[in-house]
């Protein structure tokens, strides 16, 4: 159980479908970037607006979280490029020495689509994309970071058959806590099963070189479902826990995509 936790470089991405090989069009069904822990190269096609949110309960030992909001707003700028609005979650948090609450850090950034993939299934031409965003310090007192803290995500996506997909992206954030300054790797991969034309399913695993800036490598394992319920319309479903021994996290949550 500790090799997840030593990757210093790990790969990452979810797939809740075969993935797409073409750009997407208004008419094709929504591709969001949730419940996943990274991203989608695919973008928001021009001329609509995606919006995503859900709720995460996560807890470790007798300390526990609630993250409502997870609000993320896509829109388009150009035919391979969308801007991202991360408003975030109100967070609630209980341990033994207390309680506390709310809003956490806002964010800002933007997904250009870089390769569109090969149009037949194979882990030689993937779909790419570069998603560059960067918190900002405007949630509450407890919960909001010191300075901006900036973050570059490389998203690779592969179909390996009619239902199923193979993913990965590779994360760099440069960060600072108690007034020092850290860079953190992160990453997954992750395969993914359509179980119909409505219903999606992955499993993932995902990790950190650091979570803190002098925290060990830390890993997770996660999975879940999504329901198409309508070409504009997504709910879903997810769970997870840590697999590294210096921690007993455990996660799961809800939520949905809109767009229009």
Known sequence: MRLVAAWTLPLAFVALGPMPLAAQGPSDPIVTDRPDFTESPETVHPGLIQVEGGYTFSGTGREHRHAVGEILVRAPAAERLELRIGINSYVFTGAPGGEGSGL????????????????????????????????????????????VQPEAKLAFGWSLAERASLASNLNFAALREDGDHFVRLAGSISFGYALSERVGSYLEAFGFDREEDTGPATGYLNGGLTLLVSPHHQIDVRAGAAVSSERTDYFFGVGAGVRW
Request: charged share 20%; net charge negative.
């Open 104 to 147: 956490e850090d806002a964010s800002l950034g933007f997904k250009v689509k870089l390769l569109e993939g090969a149009e037949q299934a194979g882990l030689v031409h993937p779909a790419a994309a570069l998603i560059v965003a960067a918190s900002v310090p405007t949630g509450g007192s407890a919960y909001r970071g010191e300075t």
